[in-house]
């Protein structure tokens, strides 16, 4: 049984991917800045910055590094902001240190975010060809990647979208609106909302695994981005919303600061690589997630 080493292993993606790695055959152990029991799991406390001394290493032994505080959790203040990078650069630099120091045959799967491209309002479709973007979750997914890239074997970058699961993250909050019939969406509207379901998040961390010739960066986002807007008036329809209402930009700059212009501002990115290898989503399209999400009233 293969040892997966995981950091962030508590959050949205770890308690998801757990059970499933268990399954797989994996043994796997979460690194956890706070104590916490996993029945999946046996838990090491560590301090985000260096891997436990007795920590087991063996051959064939993977990391999937998860690790990073919410993006969306705070207003980006500058302190904030430095809590976002250290948080994801300084945890992949000490999955590379253990893995150089320890297991240097060993594999890292990296988290990243398409972020990576910036955000505009530009329709075009994004690819893992496309360059990078200039503003702040550009550089810092660029910094996230290139402490990966330091890894003694090339490693997996796994570039997320807006993931998409019942028990946290985006939906909850992107649903409020929702029971009162009215569905929103952050004007314009016509910026691409990149979104992913977690069961496929889960399902392309478990191929990188089993894919030991994978390497390099792929996009995990369903193959079917659509606008702020489009999102809006599908998942109305799908609960029978009565209304579809643009929420302006102005006030929400001012309540979060530089963080709503993530919100009014996005990218139509593509999984190509992931696709080309032969991937297959089991939710490639946003009215496949909703049946699963939210199941249709009668």
């Known amino acids: 049984m293969s040892r997966i080493i995981l950091t962030g292993g508590t959050g949205l993606i770890g308690r998801a991917l757990l059970p499933a ?56 203040t500058p302190a904030y902001k430095q809590v976002l990078w250290e948080s994801r650069v300084q945890a992949t630099q000490a999955a590379v240190a253990w893995l150089r120091d320890k297991a240097p045959s060993g594999r890292l799967i990296s988290a990243s975010a398409i972020g990576y491209y910036g955000s505009g309002l530009s329709s075009a479709r994004l690819t893992e060809e496309s360059p990078p973007g200039k503003d702040f979750l550009a550089g810092l997914a660029q910094a996230w990647e290139a402490a990966a890239q330091e890894a003694p074997t090339p490693p997996v970058l796994l570039r997320l979208g807006v993931v998409l699961s019942r028990t946290g993250g985006a939906w909850p909050r992107l649903r409020q609106g ?121």
């Open 21 to 76: 790695l268990r399954q797989a055959g994996y043994e796997p152990i979460v690194l956890s800045r706070r104590s916490v029991s996993l029945p999946e799991a046996q838990v090491f406390l560590w301090d985000g910055v260096r891997f436990p001394s007795s920590l087991p290493a063996e051959e064939g032994v993977a990391v999937i590094n998860l690790a990073g505080a919410g993006i969306a959790d705070r207003r980006w």
């Open 178 to 298: 929702l029971r009162a019939g009215i569905a929103t969406y952050f004007a314009p509207g016509t910026q691409g909302f990149s979104w992913v379901h977690i069961q496929d998040v889960v399902r392309a961390f478990l191929w990188a695994l089993t894919h030991p010739e994978a390497q390099g960066p792929y996009n995990v986002t369903a193959p079917n981005p659509v606008s702020a807007r489009a999102f809006a008036e599908i998942v109305g329809r799908h609960l029978k919303s009565w209304l579809v209402v643009p929420l302006p930009a102005a006030p929400l700059r001012w309540i979060l600061g530089e963080l709503a212009d993530t919100l009014t501002r996005g990218a139509y990115v593509l999984p190509a690589r992931l696709e080309k290898a032969g991937f297959s989503f089991q939710y490639p399209t946003l009215e496949a997630a909703l049946q699963e999400l939210w199941p249709k009233p009668s």
